[in-house]
């Protein structure tokens, strides 16, 4: 063989055989150097079963791959096989092809305890200390780009366990697939799908399409049956809860630009069921059967939230009032941790020119079924619990800043129902239409509230409330009409402390008719800008005023059924001398008969009111004139008078001359220096108190004799003279005051005669 040509065969067969055995030895090598030296690369220890690398194909595979924790018995990373193929020829025409990335049974298992990963030693063996940073380099705009394609990326059968120390959180993620037909940097759209099931419930499938030279993406989501019972630990960090459970399917689109995310595009459907949310003593926060949501587009950039259905089936909530003011939802809330002193303080100006768009919100179809509120109060001195059932709201079209019209209607209760409509714009309330009508609302059920004001408590009796309100440029015009049925009240507990006086068994049993019911009209008008409107004060405080007037005139609202003025029928009207009861003093007894009969369970009531230094004045002057009258009729004596010699001696003028003269005779003055009226309070002193007494009782009998003979029963008749006060006196007309009043509801020291 000719020199020329031996050489260079040698030359080659030793380059082959180089290459052989460079091929053949440079993986074992390769093996032996990352485990002899793993500590030094990645500061832990690596094990692999196999290590295979072809050069002429590009080719590596990895099969039993152990990454240890630092204890360097318990694994961090572990696979079964990793393959990875590579077109070596492309780089010399300055791209970068991946033929294939295929993973095996990952097994991935790592922890967080506050700030601290399990993993941070390998951030750290990794991270360029700022000292030994290069200084910038500027970019070489007329190098050749690399283009970059990375293919056939999948992971078969992952596996993720996540464990967060500080909270007891875990997660876990198993049989974790991920297909990728390509990933590209150099112009061509990526497509990347992946697919994980969570070993405590739920799977995701995912798939994402990327431009990246438009930066344009699109992402699919599908999650089904995902458990929310993971995320408890997460949200017991600023909640107290004490249970999170439910069902959670998502089917979402996201179109948007990476350079711009907020303009970012949603759509799709969320769904929850099966919903719980207890606190931390196991009282009810949130629940649900269902809740739905189409969503047709949400736009982050423009604030805009287009919803096709937005529906809750089954809602449940309650809420709680604590004496101190404060909520269960207050109290459910964790107070923010202070920061730390050592935390570094961010001196940044800020300069937020941006002004967020205001939101706009459009629901297609809004409708909650079977939804339960149960509202308990313990502000109050005896606590008030009540459920609202079945509630169910439907709106079209529903926008808050426009004109809505939304319709409710739910249980009250055991036995009451409600219905309202709203026709108006809820953020601008100057003009709508409103109306609540409440039917057989069991009263017995707000006696806590009763009691609180009154100390009353209900023991029967059904509200009917219609109310209709029409708004019209801030002026309210509205007519309520309230009915109230076989309504009784108990006796006003004296261990309550009311914040009103209010008679309230009084006055409802005076507003009752014949059939057991009380029907009041309250009609409303106002500026409902006005800083003092309140619906909700003019409605009690109308209420209270009124039940106050009936307690304090019952006449007011009975007398008219008997064609009597109320005023007049109040009180009578005496003479300090009188013995004998007028014609218009019995038509006025006739007609409160005809009241007390119509109201079986209430008494009638007279006080009499006798101002005693007139009547001692009246009738020491009317004891004058009749002995002056007896003195001009000798041998006559008083008994002997009649009605006739009476009103002539009534008629007497207390200046009469003849009179004055008797008077000087019987007190033996002789100067004339006292007036008639003295001399007579002396004449007749020692008797006065016993003829007023007399003629007070006498009074007293013939109004109980009366009254008796028009079938009113003597029981149902409280009839008594009024004594003087000791530390002042009566200065008025003497009179009977008249008033209704229940039995056991009469004031102390009042006792039949």
Same mark, same amino acid.
């Given at each position: $063989?000719?020199?020329?040509?031996?050489?260079?065969?040698?030359?080659?067969?030793?380059?082959?055989?180089?290459?052989?055995?460079?091929?053949?030895?440079?993986?074992?090598?390769?093996?032996?150097?990352?485990?002899?030296?793993?500590?030094?690369?990645?500061?832990?220890?690596?094990?692999?079963?196999?290590?295979?690398?072809?050069?002429?194909?590009?080719?590596?595979?990895?099969?039993?791959?152990?990454?240890?924790?630092?204890?360097?018995?318990?694994?961090?990373?572990?696979?079964?096989?990793?393959?990875?193929?590579?077109?070596?020829?492309?780089?010399?025409?300055?791209?970068?092809?991946?033929?294939?990335?295929?993973?095996?049974?990952?097994?991935?298992?790592?922890?967080?305890?506050?700030?601290?990963?399990?993993?941070?030693?390998?951030?750290?063996?990794?991270?360029?200390?700022?000292?030994?940073?290069?200084?910038?380099?500027?970019?070489?705009?007329?190098?050749?780009?690399?283009?970059?394609?990375?293919?056939?990326?999948?992971?078969?059968?992952?596996?993720?366990?996540?464990?967060?120390?500080?909270?007891?959180?875990?997660?876990?993620?198993?049989?974790?697939?991920?297909?990728?037909?390509?990933?590209?940097?150099?112009?061509?759209?990526?497509?990347?799908?992946?697919?994980?099931?969570?070993?405590?419930?739920?799977?995701?499938?995912?798939?994402?399409?990327?431009?990246?030279?438009?930066?344009?993406?699109?992402?699919?989501?599908?999650?089904?049956?995902?458990?929310?019972?993971?995320?408890?630990?997460?949200?017991?960090?600023?909640?107290?809860?004490?249970?999170?459970?439910?069902?959670?399917?998502?089917?979402?689109?996201?179109?948007?630009?990476?350079?711009?995310? $907020?303009?970012?595009?949603?759509?799709?459907?969320?769904?929850?069921?099966?919903?719980?949310?207890?606190?931390?003593?196991?009282?009810?926060?949130?629940?649900?059967?269902?809740?739905?949501?189409?969503?047709?587009?949400?736009?982050?950039?423009?604030?805009?939230?287009?919803?096709?259905?937005?529906?809750?089936?089954?809602?449940?909530?309650?809420?709680? $009032?604590?004496?101190?003011?404060?909520?269960?939802?207050?109290?459910?809330?964790?107070?923010?941790?202070?920061?730390?002193?050592?935390?570094?303080?961010?001196?940044?100006?800020?300069? +937020?020119?941006?002004?967020?768009?205001?939101?706009?919100?459009?629901?297609?179809?809004?409708?909650?079924?079977?939804?339960?509120?149960?509202?308990?109060?313990?502000?109050?001195?005896?606590?008030?619990?009540?459920?609202?059932?079945?509630?169910?709201?439907?709106?079209?079209?529903?926008?808050?800043?426009?004109?809505?019209?939304?319709?409710?209607?739910?249980?009250?209760?055991?036995?009451?129902?409600?219905?309202?409509?709203?026709?108006?714009?809820?953020?601008?309330?100057?003009?709508?239409?409103?109306?609540?009508?409440?039917?057989?609302?069991?009263?017995?059920?707000?006696?806590?509230?009763?009691?609180?004001?009154?100390?009353?408590?209900?023991?029967?009796?059904?509200?009917?409330?219609?109310?209709?309100?029409?708004?019209?440029?801030?002026?309210?015009?509205?007519?309520?009409?309230?009915?109230?049925?076989?309504?009784?009240?108990?006796?006003?507990?004296?261990?309550?402390?009311?914040?009103?006086?209010?008679?309230?068994?009084?006055?409802?049993?005076?507003?009752?008719?014949?059939?057991?019911?009380?029907?009041?009209?309250?009609?409303?008008?106002?500026?409902?800008?006005?800083?003092?409107?309140?619906?909700?004060?003019?409605?009690?405080?109308?209420?209270?005023?009124?039940?106050?007037?009936?307690?304090?005139?019952?006449?007011?609202?009975?007398?008219?059924?008997?064609?009597?003025?109320?005023?007049?029928?109040?009180?009578?009207?005496?003479?300090?001398?009188?013995?004998?009861?007028?014609?218009?003093?019995? +038509?006025?007894?006739?007609?409160?008969?005809?009241?007390?009969?119509?109201?079986?369970?209430?008494?009638?009531?007279?006080?009499?009111?006798?101002?005693?230094?007139?009547?001692?004045?009246?009738?020491? $002057?009317?004891?004058?004139?009749?002995?002056?009258?007896?003195?001009?009729?000798?041998?006559?004596?008083?008994?002997?008078?009649?009605?006739?010699?009476?009103?002539?001696?009534?008629?007497?003028?207390?200046?009469?001359?003849?009179?004055?003269?008797?008077?000087?005779?019987?007190?033996?003055?002789?100067?004339?220096?006292?007036?008639?009226?003295?001399?007579?309070?002396?004449?007749?002193?020692?008797?006065?108190?016993?003829?007023?007494?007399?003629?007070?009782?006498?009074?007293?009998?013939?109004?109980?004799?009366?009254?008796?003979?028009?079938?009113?029963?003597?029981?149902?008749?409280?009839?008594?003279?009024?004594?003087?006060?000791?530390?002042?006196?009566?200065?008025?007309?003497?009179?009977?005051?008249?008033?209704?009043?229940?039995?056991?509801?009469?004031?102390?020291?009042?006792?039949?005669?």
């Amino acid at each position: $063989m000719k020199k020329s040509v031996k050489i260079p065969l040698i030359v080659l067969g030793s380059l082959a055989f180089l290459v052989i055995l460079i091929s053949l030895l440079i993986a074992p090598v390769a093996k032996w150097y990352v485990q002899k030296h793993s500590k030094e690369l990645v500061g832990r220890v690596v094990t692999m079963e196999k290590l295979r690398i072809n050069i002429f194909s590009g080719s590596l595979r990895i099969v039993g791959f152990d990454l240890k924790e630092p204890d360097e018995h318990n694994s961090f990373v572990t696979f079964d096989t990793l393959a990875v193929k590579v077109k070596l020829l492309d780089f010399l025409r300055h791209k970068v092809t991946v033929q294939k990335i295929h993973l095996t049974d990952l097994h991935v298992s790592a922890w967080q305890n506050n700030e601290v990963f399990s993993f941070d030693d390998i951030i750290r063996k990794f991270s360029t200390p700022d000292s030994l940073k290069a200084a910038p380099v500027a970019e070489d705009t007329t190098a050749t780009p690399w283009a970059i394609g990375i293919y056939d990326i999948q992971l078969r059968r992952g596996n993720v366990h996540f464990s967060d120390l500080a909270i007891g959180g875990q997660w876990n993620i198993e049989d974790l697939s991920l297909a990728i037909p390509g990933v590209y940097f150099s112009g061509a759209s990526t497509d990347i799908g992946f697919d994980l099931l969570f070993r405590d419930g739920g799977k995701l499938a995912a798939n994402l399409k990327y431009d990246i030279e438009k930066s344009i993406f699109n992402l699919h989501l599908d999650l089904e049956k995902f458990t929310l019972a993971g995320l408890l630990p997460y949200l017991q960090q600023s909640l107290r809860l004490g249970e999170f459970s439910g069902i959670l399917d998502t089917h979402l689109d996201v179109d948007g630009d990476l350079n711009h995310i $907020m303009n970012s595009v949603v759509k799709g459907t969320v769904a929850l069921t099966g919903l719980n949310m207890l606190d931390e003593q196991k009282g009810l926060v949130l629940a649900a059967n269902n809740i739905f949501v189409d969503v047709a587009s949400i736009s982050l950039a423009e604030n805009k939230f287009e919803i096709n259905e937005f529906s809750t089936e089954g809602l449940a909530t309650r809420y709680v $009032m604590n004496k101190d003011s404060s909520s269960n939802f207050t109290r459910l809330i964790k107070p923010s941790k202070a920061p730390s002193k050592n935390a570094a303080k961010d001196t940044t100006a800020k300069t +937020d020119t941006a002004v967020p768009k205001p939101m706009q919100l459009l629901i297609t179809q809004l409708a909650l079924k079977e939804t339960h509120i149960s509202y308990t109060d313990h502000t109050l001195q005896v606590p008030f619990h009540y459920e609202l059932k079945d509630l169910s709201l439907t709106s079209h079209n529903f926008d808050p800043n426009n004109h809505n019209k939304v319709d409710i209607h739910a249980r009250l209760g055991a036995t009451g129902k409600t219905a309202i409509l709203w026709d108006g714009n809820f953020n601008n309330l100057s003009n709508l239409k409103l109306k609540v009508d409440l039917r057989n609302v069991a009263l017995k059920d707000f006696t806590p509230y009763s009691l609180e004001y009154t100390a009353y408590p209900v023991s029967h009796g059904f509200l009917h409330f219609t109310s209709h309100n029409v708004v019209k440029n801030n002026m309210l015009k509205g007519a309520n009409d309230l009915n109230i049925s076989k309504c009784t009240v108990d006796k006003a507990r004296k261990d309550i402390k009311p914040m009103m006086k209010v008679p309230l068994r009084l006055g409802l049993y005076i507003l009752k008719d014949r059939n057991d019911e009380i029907k009041i009209e309250l009609p409303i008008e106002g500026d409902i800008k006005s800083p003092g409107f309140s619906y909700k004060k003019i409605i009690l405080n109308t209420l209270t005023n009124l039940l106050v007037k009936v307690a304090m005139s019952p006449f007011d609202f009975v007398s008219g059924a008997f064609g009597s003025d109320a005023d007049k029928l109040n009180e009578i009207m005496l003479t300090n001398t009188q013995s004998e009861l007028t014609q218009v003093q019995y +038509d006025k007894l006739s007609k409160l008969s005809g009241i007390i009969l119509s109201k079986p369970d209430l008494m009638l009531s007279f006080e009499q009111y006798i101002n005693y230094g007139q009547a001692s004045k009246d009738l020491s $002057m009317l004891n004058l004139k009749r002995d002056y009258y007896l003195s001009l009729r000798p041998g006559e004596k008083a008994e002997s008078l009649d009605r006739k010699d009476e009103e002539t001696i009534a008629a007497i003028e207390d200046n009469d001359e003849a009179l004055l003269v008797y008077a000087n005779l019987r007190i033996a003055d002789t100067t004339n220096t006292a007036d008639v009226y003295t001399k007579a309070s002396l004449l007749y002193k020692a008797q006065i108190a016993t003829q007023i007494a007399t003629l007070a009782g006498k009074r007293n009998q013939l109004v109980r004799d009366y009254l008796g003979s028009l079938q009113v029963p003597a029981e149902r008749l409280h009839i008594e003279t009024v004594a003087p006060a000791a530390d002042s006196a009566y200065n008025g007309p003497t009179f009977y005051k008249t008033n209704l009043v229940l039995p056991d509801e009469m004031p102390m020291g009042m006792a039949n005669e």
